[in-house]
């Protein structure tokens, strides 16, 4: 069920999301919502003071045309110890040298 309602969002955003129009104020403080402006300068921030941050530029079809080519995609933490496992994943990530899920 939660596979689906996940998928369902999805879509609707993929419906939504070019009828919504672009914030061009801060409303940060009052909603908790970015200025593209301010999700790059954020990110640039993070990725500055946390080398295992960095951008990534995913998809074509992921590109925002009011986002910077090389920053379209949040930024990935990469190589970062985890001491936890899933279930049925008996490799520690340390020896696997990678962070990203399976």
Wanted: hydrophobic letters at 30%.
């Amino acid at each position: 069920m939660a596979a689906f309602s996940g998928k369902a969002f999805q879509k609707f955003l993929e419906i939504a999301s070019p009828h919504v129009p672009l914030l061009k104020d801060s409303k940060f403080k009052e909603t908790g919502v970015l200025t593209a402006d301010e999700f790059v300068l954020a990110g640039d921030f993070l990725v500055y003071h946390c080398p295992t941050w960095s951008w990534d530029t995913g998809d074509d079809k992921m590109v925002k045309d009011y986002l910077p080519k090389d920053k379209t995609v949040f930024v990935h933490k990469r190589k970062v110890p985890c001491y936890k496992t899933t279930e049925g994943d008996t490799t520690n990530t340390r020896e696997r040298g990678d962070t990203k899920r399976r």
